[in-house]
T-cell receptor, first 114, second 113 residues
Framework: DGGITQSPKYLFRKEGQNVTLSCEQN?????MYWYRQDPGQGLRLIYY???????QKGDIAEGYSVSREKKESFPLTVTSAQKNPTAFYLC?????????????FGPGTRLTVL | AQSVSQHNHHVILSEAASLELGCNYS??????LFWYVQYPGQHLQLLLK??????LVKGIKGFEAEFIKSKFSFNLRKPSVQWSDTAEYFC???????????FGAGTQVVVTP
């Protein structure tokens, strides 16, 4: 089945540690996105990538980094510089054709900083 | 700044009641509008979308939404809800190219049997 996978589902991190969240898609989509979801705030864009080897900052990029070495993969690193990293993180990719401009979401990773 | 506002944070209603969730945006010009739903424990998924044409759009599971350009609104409706409609609903608007979505804060809907 085509879709987006994120791992792990739950992640615990100690303060001061960097952690990397995985996002993989087999939909052959060019554009991919990372969002952060907090209660009562909806989803906020962290980073996005329109094509391999290219990415741009979103609205809340501080304390995060990404890479896009392969079309299928868009990992997100939450660094120790992120002041409030505990949140639910969602990865998405952008459809085309009949799904033009529709974003498809993964199941998310819940990160808790201890 | 461009923004998306959802009028209610929490809605509780009984089965068979009608549902209307408000959404307003502050963008000028052409917009693409979306409603997404997040059922408990499931992926965020698309309910419906509006790009152009008939301002009344129909989506999955009996939902519909009406785009009113003069009011900058895209309200979601369902005539008769079911317990399975319990979920969080998000309105979203594209900022421009490449599907950069601006989301509203979400509305948690609880349908009681």
């Amino acid at each position: 089945d085509g879709g987006i996978t994120q791992s792990p589902k739950y992640l615990f991190r100690k303060e001061g540690q960097n952690v990397t969240l995985s996002c993989e898609q087999n939909l052959n989509h060019d554009a991919m996105y990372w969002y952060r979801q907090d209660p009562g705030q909806g989803l906020r864009l962290i980073y996005y990538s329109q094509i391999v080897n290219d990415f741009q900052k979103g609205d809340i990029a501080e304390g995060y980094s990404v890479s896009r070495e392969k079309k299928e993969s868009f990992p997100l690193t939450v660094t120790s510089a992120q002041k409030n990293p505990t949140a639910f993180y969602l990865c998405a990719s952008l459809g085309s054709g009949s799904s033009y401009n529709e974003q498809f979401f993964g199941p998310g990773t819940r990160l808790t900083v201890l | 700044a461009q923004s998306v506002s959802q009028h209610n944070h929490h809605v509780i209603l009984s089965e068979a009641a009608s549902l209307e969730l408000g959404c307003n945006y502050s963008y000028g010009g052409t917009v693409n509008l979306f409603w997404y739903v997040q059922y408990p424990g499931q992926h965020l998924q698309l309910l419906l979308k509006y790009f152009s044409g008939d301002p009344l759009v129909k989506g999955i599971k009996g939902f519909e939404a009406e785009f009113i350009k003069s009011k900058f609104s895209f309200n979601l409706r369902k005539p008769s809800v079911q317990w399975s409609d319990t979920a969080e609903y998000f309105c979203a608007v594209t900022q421009g190219s490449w599907g950069k979505l601006q989301f509203g804060a979400g509305t948690q809907v609880v349908v009681t049997p």
